[in-house]
C-alpha cells in the first residue's frame, strides 16, 4: 500500500519560515508529478506547487512565487516544500499528492483529481 506521509507543519508567526516534507513508503518518487495543495477552512482546495521528480521541472501557484520552493530528494524519496515569509492566508491544511509515471503540466498539476495518492494533511498556522 502506498503511504505518502507529510511531516513539518506547525504554528509561526508571520514572516517566518517552515519546511514541509512529504515522504513516500512503498512507492518510489521516480519520474512522477508531486504536489502540495492546501485548504483552508471556508475554501476550496488549490494547488500550490509542484515538481517532476527526476526532471525537476516544478509550477506554483501565483500567491507563492518567490516565497515557496518545492524541491526533491531522491535518496529520501522525499519531497520538500521550504515557505518562507509567510502570511496569515498561508494557513491552510496541507497535503501532499502523487500522480505515478507523469510529469507534471501546465494547467493540469493543480488539478486534485489528477493525483492517485495522497498524504493525511498537515496543519500550518500563520499568526499576525
Not at 69 to 83: E, P, R
Not at 102 to 124: A, D, T
Request: net charge positive; glycine share 12%.
Amino acid at each position: 500500500q502506498v503511504q505518502l506521509a507529510e511531516s513539518g507543519g506547525g504554528s509561526v508567526q508571520a514572516g517566518g519560515s517552515l519546511r514541509l516534507s512529504c515522504a513516500a513508503t512503498k512507492y518510489t518518487f521516480s519520474r512522477n508529478c508531486v504536489a502540495w495543495f492546501r485548504q483552508a477552512p471556508g475554501k476550496e482546495r488549490e494547488g500550490v506547487a509542484s515538481i517532476t521528480t527526476g526532471l525537476e521541472g516544478t509550477y506554483y501557484t501565483d500567491s507563492v512565487k518567490g516565497r515557496f520552493t518545492i524541491s526533491q530528494d531522491n535518496a529520501k524519496n522525499t519531497v520538500y516544500l521550504q515557505m518562507n515569509s509567510l502570511k496569515p492566508e498561508d494557513t491552510a491544511m496541507y497535503y501532499c499528492a502523487a500522480d505515478p509515471g507523469k510529469v507534471c503540466l501546465f494547467g493540469r498539476w493543480s488539478h486534485g483529481p489528477s493525483y492517485n495518492y495522497w498524504g493525511q494533511g498537515i496543519q500550518v498556522t500563520v499568526s499576525s
